[in-house]
């Protein structure tokens, strides 16, 4: 019966597939003029002006598509929320994506203005503009649309409308409820997420929830990520004298708060990149089920070495998807003094390091985040949570202050879960490849309020080229990953579940 299921599917997927030629290229050059005037939109989260604007634009685009909108306040700033009308007896599927988007540093760009989308063409040593009127003869799959959230997360967007407008003009109709909520705060930590889902908990509420964002797997094959990393910081600052102080008098007498700080990071980790805080590893367990799951992705980690150009990895796990499973810590900054051409001859008054916390399912953020508290202490400083007085400067030896942020928790579903077999039996039936099924990826998305509020599982669909430059200069979209998530949500929407 599987097998009957099975091909009745791929059966399902023939017209669109054989449609990418004419119809899908016709939607991909809609979708690019929509990309270009939605890029245009400048997004940056702590502009709370931009993302109004970003907002209209949403509302106009999905109420001309039949779908109900709506604006919803939440402590931050509002989210959008938008649905076909609800029916009785259909399986509700919710769609996460974010509308918001890195700042920009213009000068770090290959062209004047990252909000205005530029074409380019791969050429041997990178990429050469070309003008979108040589679109109007033939597109071209492998160009690419260079512009700030061009794939992270707006392109995913635009995806999703013009695989509407294509199940429009195919008369197909949804066999399934479909809600879409978007975020405008993801950049910036969706600290007002989680009361936001509880709040509107009953306009949320769907059987399972599926996510664009971020890039699929780097062999280019299509790709399903069940779970991602949760995150949480810290930042550590020491003290040395109150001012900067001559090194030539004070060196060797006033403590450099930079060589108390390098001593405490560098006990906080052996040679080979493990943890050495006692407890930080607890929970995890990775069974030889487990290994065979990872082992199915195709990694190569000597093309990974190449590529960030390192010769040898930390040994938190044996190879790359392994060491994905364990919590990281990370430093993700360094500060003190002054260096390069402004450098000086002085005994710095502090050093601070910024550290993220990536977490897994089995392990808990404020629990990590204490124990990182406790082994500092240990070390022998005083432990503040405020700059310290000149009294505390002169009772304590060592004094470090401490700040952090909250948590993101991170989540992960079964591999054999119903809705997660239909989404990878999609994938496959419409690209006709074997679909890379990641246990959990590295980075985080705000997904756990979804999942620990409305009780539903979570699934993560990338539909972005892997080397898109997301959060940095140059981020770009692959013109052919336009048709890849038209036609990826065209079935996804239209395919009864078996």
Same mark, same amino acid.
């Given at each position: 019966?599987?097998?009957?299921?099975?091909?009745?599917?791929?059966?399902?997927?023939?017209?669109?597939?054989?449609?990418?030629?004419?119809?899908?290229?016709?939607?991909?050059?809609?979708?690019?003029?929509?990309?270009?005037?939605?890029?245009?939109?400048?997004?940056?989260?702590?502009?709370?002006?931009?993302?109004?604007?970003?907002?209209?634009?949403?509302?106009?685009?999905?109420?001309?598509?039949?779908?109900?909108?709506?604006?919803?306040?939440?402590?931050?700033?509002?989210?959008?929320?938008?649905?076909?009308?609800?029916?009785?007896?259909?399986?509700?599927?919710?769609?996460?994506?974010?509308?918001?988007?890195?700042?920009?540093?213009?000068?770090?760009?290959?062209?004047?203005?990252?909000?205005?989308?530029?074409?380019?063409?791969?050429?041997?040593?990178?990429?050469?503009?070309?003008?979108?009127?040589?679109?109007?003869?033939?597109?071209?799959?492998?160009?690419?649309?260079?512009?700030?959230?061009?794939?992270?997360?707006?392109?995913?967007?635009?995806?999703?409308?013009?695989?509407?407008?294509?199940?429009?003009?195919?008369?197909?109709?949804?066999?399934?409820?479909?809600?879409?909520?978007?975020?405008?705060?993801?950049?910036?930590?969706?600290?007002?997420?989680?009361?936001?889902?509880?709040?509107?908990?009953?306009?949320?509420?769907?059987?399972?929830?599926?996510?664009?964002?971020?890039?699929?797997?780097?062999?280019?094959?299509?790709?399903?990520?069940?779970?991602?990393?949760?995150?949480?910081?810290?930042?550590?600052?020491?003290?040395?004298?109150?001012?900067?102080?001559?090194?030539?008098?004070?060196?060797?007498?006033?403590?450099?708060?930079?060589?108390?700080?390098?001593?405490?990071?560098?006990?906080?980790?052996?040679?080979?990149?493990?943890?050495?805080?006692?407890?930080?590893?607890?929970?995890?367990?990775?069974?030889?089920?487990?290994?065979?799951? #990872?082992?199915? $992705? +195709?990694?190569?980690?000597?093309?990974?070495?190449? &590529? !960030?150009?390192?010769?040898?990895?930390? =040994?938190? *796990?044996?190879?790359?998807?392994?060491?994905?499973?364990?919590?990281?810590?990370?430093?993700?900054?360094?500060?003190?003094?002054?260096?390069?051409?402004?450098?000086?001859?002085?005994?710095?008054?502090?050093?601070?390091?910024?550290?993220? #916390?990536?977490? $897994? +399912?089995?392990?808990?953020?404020?629990?990590?985040? &204490? !124990?990182?508290?406790?082994?500092?202490? =240990?070390? *022998?400083?005083?432990?503040?949570?405020?700059?310290?007085?000149?009294?505390?400067?002169?009772?304590?030896?060592?004094?470090?202050?401490?700040?952090?942020?909250?948590?993101?928790?991170?989540?992960?579903?079964?591999?054999?879960?119903?809705?997660?077999?239909?989404?990878?039996?999609?994938?496959?039936?419409?690209?006709?490849?074997?679909?890379?099924?990641?246990?959990?990826?590295? *980075?985080?998305?705000?997904?756990?309020?979804?999942?620990?509020?409305?009780?539903?599982?979570?699934?993560?669909?990338?539909?972005?080229?892997?080397?898109?430059?997301?959060?940095?200069?140059?981020?770009?979209?692959?013109?052919?990953?336009?048709?890849?998530?038209?036609?990826?949500?065209?079935?996804?929407?239209?395919?009864?579940?078996?």
């Amino acid at each position: 019966m599987r097998v009957l299921n099975f091909l009745l599917l791929i059966l399902l997927y023939v017209p669109i597939a054989a449609q990418d030629s004419t119809k899908v290229k016709s939607e991909v050059a809609l979708a690019i003029t929509d990309l270009r005037e939605f890029v245009a939109i400048p997004n940056d989260a702590l502009n709370p002006d931009d993302i109004d604007n970003n907002l209209f634009w949403l509302k106009k685009q999905f109420d001309k598509r039949g779908f109900n909108s709506a604006i919803l306040d939440t402590e931050g700033l509002p989210l959008f929320f938008a649905n076909t009308p609800m029916k009785d007896g259909k399986t509700t599927i919710l769609f996460y994506m974010h509308l918001d988007g890195q700042g920009v540093d213009a000068n770090k760009w290959d062209q004047p203005n990252p909000y205005k989308t530029v074409l380019k063409k791969p050429v041997e040593n990178g990429f050469e503009t070309v003008d979108f009127s040589a679109l109007n003869e033939d597109i071209n799959y492998d160009w690419r649309l260079f512009g700030r959230s061009t794939s992270d997360d707006k392109g995913p967007i635009v995806m999703f409308l013009h695989a509407l407008d294509l199940l429009k003009k195919d008369d197909k109709e949804f066999p399934y409820n479909i809600k879409i909520i978007l975020d405008s705060e993801e950049e910036k930590g969706s600290k007002s997420l989680p009361n936001a889902v509880k709040q509107y908990r009953e306009l949320l509420a769907a059987d399972f929830l599926v996510i664009s964002d971020g890039p699929s797997h780097g062999s280019g094959l299509p790709t399903m990520v069940y779970g991602c990393r949760g995150i949480t910081t810290l930042s550590l600052t020491t003290y040395g004298p109150i001012k900067p102080q001559h090194s030539g008098h004070y060196g060797n007498y006033a403590p450099n708060p930079g060589f108390q700080l390098a001593h405490l990071l560098a006990s906080m980790k052996d040679t080979d990149g493990k943890v050495t805080i006692p407890g930080y590893y607890d929970g995890i367990f990775i069974n030889d089920d487990i290994q065979a799951v #990872l082992k199915k $992705v +195709p990694d190569d980690d000597a093309v990974i070495k190449e &590529k !960030l150009q390192f010769k040898t990895a930390e =040994k938190v *796990g044996s190879y790359y998807q392994e060491s994905l499973q364990f919590p990281s810590l990370n430093i993700r900054g360094l500060s003190s003094g002054w260096t390069g051409d402004a450098a000086r001859t002085i005994v710095p008054e502090s050093a601070t390091a910024e550290l993220d #916390l990536r977490l $897994v +399912p089995e392990s808990n953020g404020n629990r990590l985040k &204490k !124990l990182v508290k406790e082994h500092i202490a =240990k070390q *022998g400083f005083k432990v503040l949570d405020h700059v310290p007085t000149n009294a505390e400067r002169l009772q304590f030896d060592k004094l470090i202050t401490i700040t952090e942020r909250g948590v993101t928790d991170a989540f992960r579903t079964d591999l054999d879960n119903t809705y997660g077999v239909f989404l990878a039996n999609t994938l496959q039936s419409t690209f006709g490849q074997d679909v890379v099924q990641i246990r959990i990826m590295g *980075g985080t998305v705000p997904i756990s309020p979804f999942i620990n509020e409305l009780k539903i599982p979570a699934f993560i669909v990338p539909m972005v080229n892997p080397d898109n430059n997301q959060h940095s200069p140059n981020e770009n979209l692959k013109i052919g990953q336009l048709a890849y998530g038209i036609r990826a949500f065209y079935n996804i929407l239209s395919t009864p579940l078996q």
